[in-house]
């Protein structure tokens, strides 16, 4: 007689006490695995987020491209933000040795400025006056872009919509700047920043004026189109290839700065709760198999009970103690088994039915989330954690006296 | 032959000592059918269960076709147990998942061979013991009189030297009772040594001897 069909006719008569037995290890297993699709699907959708957001900050470095400013080095950004100009300067041969190096490739539009706040004496107040030259051309690259701005002639000013509106001047209007005169070249619309209050005159002509030869105090790299998220270090390795250690780089505003900090956030965020989660679901867990290590327990010591004659009329007719706990050890080895089958069942169709209540996860999908390990750890540790949880009722019930039992008929 | 030789033991349960058996000797030959007779709680079951190897006594030693069954190792004591001893109860003990056929085959757990002679063993005895039809049959199935005749198939299925019978006929009317006693006779008759424990008159005719036990101790009638 094998232990193998003793085993099959036991459960078939008991198919309650197996049932539960299947239930409640399918439940843990289902609980487990389930747990470990929402994590992969929350994963999944905090990098699905991520990666939106850095597609999107690459969409908008490419299209919109941003702008930086290229400073002296040992120029104090206070002052900076808080003048609207630096008070340092550096020679203009810094941007013409840009414009000519092969190195830069992320760099478009190089635009050289003097820019300082100039008292108008003629007009008794304070402007932004800044000398420019235009877009400073490529020497190694095409430069078939239409450029980001225009030189303003050598004898013309421009002039933003608010000082042209407060002085009264028109286009085509000569007017005299600390006594160099000026023809007015053009006045800008409105833009609402401090634009509207700067004079625009050529490099040349406010180097003089400043008594700053050949020297400027800025240079805009406007859109630049750096590919990844950290653009502004891979900017400066860039630039320092060129320039050294003698400017400092700085990024305008933009909304591609707010959308990578975003992503920054969502990213840290993602993390945290992904975290925050792997610990409920590993506590959760931990509690599950512990009552479902109780309960198996509870089931065998059941069984047992309930087979102790069995187990008495067994040793009569010459069992041996190990064939007597392989029968209910045999038995929580096919439950853990079938358990792990259960579990997983049941984990599918709760994750096929929309049962779990979080977006992402399907059926479809479950074992994309689930690795072979992980599948083969399940179908180990089931059948270890049943034969572990019914151990002592097993060994109870293979080392129980059989005189004992016989003679309490 | 069954050989018990002084015999002793003591239960002891809330500080008093109750003795089942006292100093028992007791020797059956091959063949030999004795019942023992006796008020409960004489030690009458004790002394199945001791000479089964079933409860190790606490002085004296029981021996089986030679072989000491407290002086052996619990598993040798387990093999010599389903080799020599079949054992038939007052409830039967059936095994309430298996059929008819595999209740008697239950008596060769354990064991991998001759497994295909055991079957056409099984089912010869289940044809003796008209039974035959029963054999699917789970004991849930059966009257208390095929219940009986299941048991008697299990514990002769290994062909013992020694059959002990605790109150077989107890639970049975006269026919069925009869039907036992008429095997148990029988396989004395085929040499086998057999112990009934009995209360009944008309069951402990069928033994050659009557021994009657009080106390722990036997006496012949």
Known sequence: MGVGRMILMEILHRKWNFLLLLLVLGMVVAYALTSMQIIAAEQQQTEAKVAAMDDDIRKTMKDLGFNINILPKDQQLVDFYANDFADKTMPYEFVQRLADSEFVSSLNHLRPALIQKVDWQEQNRQVLMMGVSGVVPWTHRSNAKKPMSDPVPADSMNIGSALAKQLGVQKGQDVVLNGETFKVNKIYDPRGTKDDITVWIDLKRAQTMLNLPDRINLIQALECNCASIDRLAEIEKEISGVLGEDVQVIELSASATARAKARTNIANEGKLRLAELAKTSRTRTQWLVALGAAVVGFLAYFNVRQRQFEVGVLRAVGAPTSRILMLFVGKLLLAGLLGAVAGIAISLAACKLGLVGVEGISSNNWFAHISGPTLAAVFVLTPALAVMAGWLPAAIAAGQDPALILSEE | ?221
């Open chain 2, 1 to 221: 032959m069954l050989k018990l030789d002084a015999v002793t033991k003591t239960y002891r349960q809330s500080g008093n000592e109750i003795h089942a058996l006292q100093s028992v000797n007791l020797k059956l030959d091959d063949g030999q059918f004795v019942a023992i007779r006796g008020p409960s709680g004489c030690g009458k079951s004790t002394l199945l269960l001791t000479a089964g190897g079933l409860l190790r006594p606490d002085h004296g030693s029981v021996e089986i076709d030679g072989t000491s069954l407290y002086h052996v190792s619990s598993a040798e004591r387990a093999a010599v147990r389903q080799a020599k001893i079949g054992f038939v109860f007052q409830q039967f003990h059936l095994i309430p998942y298996l059929n008819v056929l595999d209740n008697v085959l239950s008596a060769t757990i354990g064991t991998k061979s001759q497994l295909a002679e055991k079957k056409d063993r099984a089912e010869r005895l289940l044809k003796q013991f008209s039974m035959s039809h029963r054999r699917m049959h789970r004991p849930g199935q059966l009257s208390t009189g095929e219940k009986q005749r299941v048991a008697m198939a299990r514990a002769m299925l290994n062909q013992p030297s020694l059959i002990l019978a605790d109150e077989p006929t107890g639970n049975l009317d006269k026919e069925n009772a009869d039907v036992i006693l008429q095997q148990l006779r029988a396989l004395s008759n085929d040499g086998v040594t057999v112990v009934l424990v009995t209360h009944d008159d008309h069951a402990s005719a069928a033994a050659d001897d009557v021994i009657r036990m009080e106390a722990g101790s036997l006496m012949l009638e």
